[in-house]
């Protein structure tokens, strides 16, 4: 779950439309992991960040009528972070039981950018043979499998890797962790911004000049999604 959160921030920080969608399981293990109890009635950007953002948006996983579980509606991808081999194997067999898979199903259908961001381990045959058949639709696959060139010194430092590449994937802007090759003196020229992390506070450093993705919806189990529109001042959507 920090790794939805950082993105969610990321996105939100720079100007990003963000919908996002929670599913109980999601809720769940954000109370494990984060030590944030919300239901789907008190879920807020305040909740989750200490600060009312006008730019995130939540959805109920039932609310099947949301704008972005129609092809009609433009916006340019998706997000599931992270995503339970439950939700995989419902996407990938094209059961559209809540918001999350409906929404997955329009990128789908409409090829636009879908991104699955899977944390399991280890993956049965069932798992690899689902996540080979969404990659053969256009899906792509992150595992949450953060790099260690960039010589972490903290989880923040993980979690701005993981989040990097997911956006990388998403095609969005953004400089959030050193990249190969890269001089690090250069890349932390940033401001730190606290994050909770399971109770505690962790430094986490933003790189600035970044873009984030939001997304509309949160799988059955741990898995987070969000459909992601860019600002006004950068054209486009997402």
Known sequence: MPYALRVIDFLSDQGYQVHVVF?????????????IKCSQS?????????????????????????WF?????????????????ATL?????????????RAADVCIKESRKLVIVPRETPLSSIHLENM??????????????????HKPVSLSDLIDMMAMKILDTMGVSNEMSQRWGTDPKVE?????????????????????????LSFPSLPLTPSVSKPFSKPANKGGGL
Do not use: W
Request: hydrophobic fraction near 40%; include cysteine; charge should be neutral.
């Open 69 to 85: 579980a129609s092809g009609s509606a433009l916006f340019e991808g998706m997000v599931i972070l992270p995503c339970s081999m």
């Open 132 to 149: 080979l058949r969404l990659t053969n639709l256009g899906v792509k696959m992150v595992p949450a499998m953060p790099g260690f060139y």
């Open 42 to 66: 008190t879920l807020s950007a305040k909740n989750l960040f200490h600060s009312d953002r006008d730019n995130i948006t939540f959805y109920n996983p039932k609310d099947i009528g949301a």
């Open 23 to 35: 599913s109980e399981a999601a809720l769940r293990v954000l109370h494990e992991e984060m030590e």
């Open 188 to 212: 932390n020229q940033n401001e730190s911004k606290e994050l909770p992390l399971a109770g505690a506070i962790a430094k986490t450093t933003r790189q600035g000049g970044g873009s984030v």
């Open 89 to 101: 194997g419902m996407i990938a067999n094209g059961c559209g039981h809540n918001l999350i898979h």
